[in-house]
C-alpha cells in the first residue's frame, strides 16, 4: 500500500494491515530487553512479547522483581541509574530491540522530590542509551509521554512545541530530547513514542484506576468538576503500537530512526463522561461527587493528540473503542494485551 502524504512524497507503509502474525514473525526467535520491566507499561509489554508465543527471549531488567513473574522471562533486578550495571548488561546481552519503560510517575510539587524525579529519569536514559551507542546494532524504543507537550494546543502533533506544566512532563521531555540529540549525533537507532493516558489491566495510577477502586470499596468518588478533554488509548493498543515500530525500525530504519510518534484515539472525552460510564457499570453513579476536589494550578483543560504519523509510517490502527475497553476492565475480562 502506498501512501502519499505530509510524512514523505510517497513510501511503503510497511506495517500496512499488519496482524499479529506479522508482528509474531518478526519477533521469532529474536532477543529482547524491557527496562523497567516490572512496572504497568513495561509488565505489559514484557506479556505482550510472551503471548506472541513464537520463541522471543524477553528480559526484564528493573529495579525490583514482579509480584507475578512470568514463565520463560528472564528477570534481572538492578540500578537503571548505575552506567556501569546497565553497560554490561547491554554489552553482554545481545539484544534485537530494547524498550525503555523506565521512569516513575510523580506528579510531586516538592522541589526536593523533583530533583530526584529529573534525576531519575534523565540518568536512566543516559545510562541505557549511552549503553547501546556502544554496543551498537541495537534498536531501541523509548517510551517518553504525551505530558512533554503539556500546554500545547491540540491536537498535540509531534512537530509541535514541546510546553511541560508538571515535573513529571519536564523529566520525560528531558529524557526524549537526549534519545533524540544522539540519535542525530550518532548512528543510534531510536525512536520515541508519546503514548497519551494509557489504561487497562494492571494500571494503578490515573483516573480511571482511581474511580474503578472506589466504585468497588464503596467510598466517594470524589473527582473535580471534570471538565478535563483526555485522550486514553487501551494498553492493548499501546503495545501493538511498540511492536508496529520495532518491526517498521527493522525493515526500513532510515525512515523512521530519530522520529517521535504519538500514540492515541485522537478522540477527547470529558473526565466526567468517562467517571459517569464507569460508575453506572460499577452501580456507583449515586457517589460520584463532582467538584469535590478543586482543579490543580495550571490545569490543562484540552489534551487531545493524533496517531496520524504513527498510522503513516506503521498502518497502525486502534482496536479497542474507550467503551469496550473500560468495559472488559470493569467486567476483568481483560486477559490479554495482544489483540487476535
Not at 527493522?250 to 517521535?260: D, E, H, K, Y
Request: charged fraction near 25%; aromatic fraction near 8%; hydrophobic fraction near 40%.
Amino acid at each position: 500500500m502506498t501512501h502519499r502524504g505530509r510524512y514523505g512524497s510517497e513510501y511503503e507503509a510497511v506495517g500496512a494491515d499488519s496482524s499479529t502474525e506479522d508482528i509474531a514473525e518478526h519477533f521469532r526467535g529474536k532477543r529482547v530487553l524491557v527496562a523497567g520491566g516490572t512496572g504497568f507499561v513495561g509488565s505489559s509489554l514484557v506479556r505482550g512479547l510472551v503471548e506472541l508465543s513464537v520463541g522471543v527471549e524477553v528480559v526484564s531488567f528493573a529495579n525490583r522483581q514482579p509480584s507475578d513473574a512470568l514463565d520463560g522471562v528472564e528477570y534481572i533486578s538492578g540500578d537503571l541509574e548505575d552506567a556501569d550495571e546497565v553497560d554490561q548488561l547491554v554489552a553482554e546481552g545481545t539484544f534485537d530491540h530494547i524498550f525503555n519503560a523506565s521512569g516513575f510517575l510523580s506528579k510531586t510539587r516538592d522541589p526536593e522530590a523533583e530533583l530526584a524525579l529529573f534525576r531519575n529519569h534523565f540518568t536512566t536514559v543516559k545510562s541505557l542509551v549511552d549503553a547501546v551507542c556502544r554496543r551498537g546494532g541495537v534498536m531501541l524504543v523509548h517510551v517518553g509521554s504525551a505530558e512533554e507537550y503539556g500546554a500545547a494546543p491540540s491536537p498535540q502533533l509531534e512537530e509541535g512545541p514541546a510546553r511541560p506544566v508538571s515535573s513529571y512532563g519536564l523529566a520525560k521531555a528531558i529524557g526524549s530530547q537526549y534519545v533524540l540529540m544522539r540519535s542525530a549525533q550518532s548512528a543510534l537507532r531510536a525512536v520515541v513514542l508519546r503514548p497519551f493516558n494509557i489504561y487497562g489491566p494492571g494500571a494503578r495510577q490515573g483516573i480511571i484506576p482511581y474511580v474503578v477502586e472506589r466504585a468497588r470499596s464503596g467510598d466517594p468518588i470524589e473527582i473535580t468538576e471534570g471538565g478535563q478533554l483526555r485522550d486514553f488509548i487501551h494498553v492493548a493498543d499501546f503495545v501493538r503500537a511498540v511492536f508496529l515500530l520495532a518491526r517498521a525500525q527493522w525493515l526500513t530504519p532510515r525512515r523512521i530512526n530519530g522520529q517521535v510518534f504519538n500514540v492515541c484515539n485522537g478522540e477527547g472525552v470529558l473526565i466526567r463522561e468517562i467517571v459517569a460510564w464507569i460508575s453506572e457499570l460499577l452501580g456507583a453513579a449515586d457517589r460520584v461527587k463532582l467538584g469535590a476536589v478543586s482543579y490543580r494550578t495550571g490545569e490543562v483543560m484540552e489534551a487531545i493528540g493524533s496517531s496520524k504519523k504513527l498510522e503513516a509510517f506503521t498502518g497502525f490502527q486502534r482496536q479497542v473503542s474507550l467503551r469496550e475497553g473500560l468495559r472488559r476492565l470493569v467486567e476483568g475480562s481483560d486477559v490479554r494485551v495482544t489483540q487476535p
